[in-house]
């Protein structure tokens, strides 16, 4: 199987779970947005503009989420063809599911941990600068507790504890990030329902794209043995 292939599947992969990520999100999480939009309308005396409708916002979360997908899908089939260069007949359901496992827990649980998802425009403009940098931080800590995790592991049960020693160490680590101070009008039930629905999409997303990266490998590595025992 070629790089180009493997990206081409990946970025395939990503957009399809991308497309899912966002009708999940579309249908669980937006509503959640829209009751806190209506909460503070009703609150506030000042009025309020929208520069998009709501209908054109859905529509651009779901173009986002696609391509959002595409993008890691691509960087999935990347990471796939480096982890198995030297073993191109490897399982290809059971590596892209393990692989799809270890991209949510470096880059979307981990870091969700320290830092958990806010609805848009909460938080203080001021300090988008700081927050970004610590997400950042946080993802990196993250992929690396996931790549070490990986080294280490082996089915011997000391490494075994190894390997889940370090993402225990990486997950302390990330409290020891700044955090931020910024008040949040939304209440407290609707704010943690919009970070579990967002949980969730990204779970969707990660999920998806193991599911389809592994199924396209299948179906690739049936073909080539079709093909072969015909030849």
Known sequence: MSLLSLIARGGLAGACAGLLSGVVSLFLAEPVI?????LEH????EPHEELFTR????????????????????LFGLVYSI??????????????????????LGVSLLPFLRFPANPPGVGDPDTVGQRTVTWIAAMVI??????????LYS????????SAGVVVAA???????????????V?????????????????????????????????????????????
């Open 83 to 104: 982890l198995h260069r030297t073993d191109p007949s490897a399982d290809p359901w059971a590596s892209s599911l393990r692989l799809g496992a270890a991209g949510f």
């Open 187 to 231: 209440p407290a039930d609707l704010l943690w329902t919009f970070r579990m629905m967002a949980l969730l999409s990204s779970a969707v997303l990660w999920a998806g794209l193991g599911v389809a990266f592994g199924l396209a490998g299948l179906r690739t590595q049936t073909v080539s043995t079709a093909s072969a025992v015909t030849a």
């Open 155 to 162: 089915p011997t049960p000391a490494r075994q504890l190894a």
């Open 34 to 38: 829209d009751r806190a939009i209506a």
């Open 171 to 185: 997950a302390a680590i990330l409290f020891l990030l700044p955090g931020t101070t910024d008040a949040s009008a």
């Open 55 to 74: 209908d054109v916002q859905h529509i651009g979360l779901l173009v986002a989420t696609v391509l959002t997908g595409l993008a890691i899908g691509i």
């Open 42 to 45: 009703a609150t506030s005396t």
């Open 142 to 151: 993250g992929l690396t507790a996931v790549a070490i995790a990986r080294y």
